[in-house]
Each structure stands twice: as structure tokens, then as C-alpha cells.
């Protein structure tokens, strides 16, 4: 348990930072940063990290890096100030790259 949250720790971290760095691309920086989780978790689980390293990097770093809850918030953030289109593409590209990195990940291993 230490370990996730040691992980989850520097993957809040890391997400801050970057999502500080990107704040202009608003909310592409979401996108980014759950684009780039998605493929380190595919690529990750190919690897089959031993239980310690999973827990540590797969669940506690990338667990907090990664954020649907932002996702979501965006989601409807944008819905609110009725800009639909951007919702839209935002909610597709999303889901549909999260799976398709995850997949690229997975597959590069």
C-alpha cells in the first residue's frame, strides 16, 4: 500500500506539473496527459512487471497521473458554455484514443 501511494504521490505530481505547462491548451492538456497514461499502461502491462513495480508505477503513478474525473468535469464544463462541437470531439477522441494508445502501447512490447 505504501508503494501505490508513493506512486500515486509523484504521479500527482508529475500530472500537476505538466497540466500547469499545458494550462493554455485547455482541455487538450486532459487529453494529452490521459493519452500519454493510456499508452504507458498498455505498454506496461505487456511488460508484466513484477507485483511491486505494477502497484507502484501502473496503479499509484499512472492511477494519479491519468484523471477521467477532469475528463469528465471538462466535458461538461464545455456542454455548459454550449460549445457542443467541442464537447463532442473532446468525448470521442478521448475514449477513442485512450483505447487505441493503450492498444499501441500493449502491442510495441
Known amino acids: 500500500m505504501i508503494i501505490v501511494g508513493i506512486g500515486g504521490f509523484l504521479g500527482a505530481l508529475a500530472r500537476f506539473y505538466l497540466g500547469k505547462w499545458l494550462v493554455h491548451t485547455y482541455p487538450w492538456a486532459t487529453f ?3 493519452i500519454t497514461g493510456s499508452f504507458a499502461l498498455g505498454f506496461l502491462f505487456a511488460l508484466q512487471l513484477s507485483d511491486w513495480l505494477w ?7 499512472l492511477g494519479a497521473y ?4 477532469t475528463f469528465g468535469f471538462e466535458c461538461l ?3 455548459e458554455q ?9 468525448l470521442f477522441t478521448t475514449v477513442l484514443f485512450g483505447i487505441l494508445f493503450a ?3 500493449f ?3
Open 103 to 105: 492498444a499501441l502501447g
Open 77 to 79: 464544463q464545455l456542454l
Open 82 to 90: 454550449k460549445k457542443w462541437r467541442q464537447a463532442i470531439v473532446y
Open 66 to 69: 491519468t484523471t477521467f474525473s
Open 55 to 61: 502497484h507502484f508505477i501502473g496503479i499509484g503513478f
Open 107 to 109: 502491442l510495441l512490447v
Open 32 to 34: 494529452l496527459i490521459n
